[in-house]
């Protein structure tokens, strides 16, 4: 069960995931990305994975899905 | 300030002192801080509102799986300026807000104990510290004035004396925060209710402090208050004809018109169906001369400046929101597609940020959207309804 995560502090919006994997990564009108919802399906892994490793900046993960980052708040 | 609707709470000790808190309060007993929270269903009273019990045992559990002794946050910092709440509890309560830390740090075996807090508050907090014998436990942090200062992990990085920018959370602050050790950072009216609660007290995690911000007589009137939680909105806020909405939970809040906000209990329950939250616990009146619009557009200027500038779609998205929100607070027909682009710019924010600060700056806008709208028709026909520009939500003169 993966699927993917930016860290939207590193993100500088170089756009290279969404030219890379089109099927999971989009662009908002800054170039910045829009993630699909939901698990990664299981073909897109491999490329998902390679794709993480080119993105410029590392901003890019795949991530085992468990608990979300809960409180960000005190 | 008016006391009817607490007979008993945070604010009973007469004065700041140890000897009048002993003397009301009684002396520490030692409690797990956990199986209190847990009994109780303690709520973190800082805006997220998340389970006490459940952030102290996710801290306790990192520091066996990390084996490095956590660090404890007493969070005070407060950036939020429609808000009092914390620095009236440090002024006039703070020997409690002490004792839940000297409790939560046995409890956690935490070593490090700071207690972060505005600047000017920090004299009066020192001399607090020297009335106890475990006061040299316990470091205080002058926290950064800033909007984002109180986010737990903004406030970590300040401790660790990098920029108060919030980080990013695939690392959580639970696990790696101060020194990369561990960090539970609290709330300080949490810390205190937790004090209370270890005294016996059970009805303490059932009320809340809440900041009133309302006209009274033509004069902008401020105060704290303890309330029962699910209390009646209208029993709370004083809510007459000349009021004309109310800002529940501050300034990442949510308006609600009066007649609509009057009846609604305060609490998850009540807030949750007309999708407000206490948040913050500022409670603002909007007196009816004034303007719903340039209301909002004046403080979503302050939080677009207030942002980090670290995450693209909060460093693109809020200028353009509070920019076109400037042109509809004027009497003046906007730009045709003004309303369509703010809507597409609020759906392209939430959940893409390393904090809140951008889901919470939508949500007010989408409220105040939605609340004033007969207001937005009325500009466009080069009209406004208010009678003065004076202005009634506070907002910081100096922004980043």
Redesign the interface.
Same mark, same amino acid.
């Given at each position: 069960m993966t699927r993917l %995560? $930016? =860290?939207?502090? %590193?993100?500088? @919006?170089h756009g290279l995931c969404a030219e890379l994997l089109p099927e999971a990564i989009a662009l =908002?009108?800054? @170039?910045?990305p829009?993630l699909a919802d939901g698990e990664l399906p299981r073909e897109l892994l491999r490329r998902a994975r390679s794709v993480a490793a080119t993105c410029p900046t590392r901003a890019l993960?795949l $991530?085992q899905t468990a608990a979300r980052?809960? %409180?960000? =708040? %005190? | 300030m008016t006391t009817v609707l607490s007979t008993h709470g945070l604010f009973d000790a007469p004065g700041p002192g140890l000897p009048e808190h002993r003397a009301t309060f009684g002396p520490l007993p030692g409690a797990d801080p956990v199986e209190l929270a847990a009994a109780a269903e303690l709520t973190g009273r800082g805006g997220a509102g998340f389970p006490t019990a459940v952030k102290l045992r996710s801290v306790a559990d990192a520091a066996v799986a990390t084996r490095r002794s956590p660090v404890l946050v007493g969070n005070g910092a407060e950036g939020e300026p429609a808000a009092a709440k914390d620095a009236v509890l440090l002024s006039r309560a703070p020997h409690l807000v002490l004792d839940g830390l000297s409790l939560v740090a046995r409890g956690l075996g935490a070593t490090d104990v700071v207690l972060a807090a505005p600047e000017h508050l920090l004299p009066g907090l020192a001399a607090r510290l020297a009335e106890r014998p475990d006061g040299a436990a316990v470091r205080l942090h002058p926290a950064a004035a800033e909007f984002l200062s109180g986010e737990e992990s903004a406030l970590v990085a300040d401790i660790d004396g990098d920029p108060p920018l919030p980080r990013s959370k695939l690392v959580p602050v639970r696990e790696r925060g101060v020194d990369g050790r561990p960090t539970l950072v609290q709330n300080v009216e949490t810390l205190a209710r937790l004090a209370l609660m270890a005294r016996g007290d059970r009805e303490t995690s059932g009320r809340t402090l809440v900041t009133r911000r309302f006209q009274r007589n033509r004069t902008p009137w401020t105060d704290v208050l303890e309330i029962p939680l699910g209390a009646p909105l209208g029993d709370v806020l004083p809510l007459d004809s000349h009021v004309r909405a109310v800002l529940v939970g501050g300034y990442h809040g949510t308006w609600l018109p009066a007649a609509v906000a009057r009846g609604l209990p305060l609490d998850r329950a009540g807030l949750e169906p007309v999708g407000a939250a206490l948040g913050a616990g500022v409670l603002a009146a909007l007196p009816a001369d004034r303007c719903g619009l340039r209301e909002t557009a004046r403080v979503v200027g302050y939080l677009a400046a207030s942002s980090a500038g670290q995450c693209g779609p909060c460093l693109n998205g809020l200028p353009r929101i509070a920019a076109a929100l400037a042109v509809l607070a004027r009497a003046a027909t906007p730009p045709p597609q003004l309303l369509t682009d703010i809507w597409r710019w609020c759906g392209l924010l939430p959940d893409r940020g390393a904090c809140r600060h951008p889901d919470g700056t939508v949500r007010l806008v989408a409220s105040a959207l939605g609340v004033f709208a007969p207001e937005v028709r009325l500009h466009a026909s080069g009209r406004c309804s208010a009678t003065t520009t004076r202005p009634f939500l506070p907002v910081p003169g100096a922004v980043r």
């Open positions: %995560a $930016v =860290d939207p502090i %590193a993100c500088t @919006g =908002d009108e800054w @170039g910045y829009l993960r $991530v980052s809960a %409180a960000t =708040d %005190a | -």
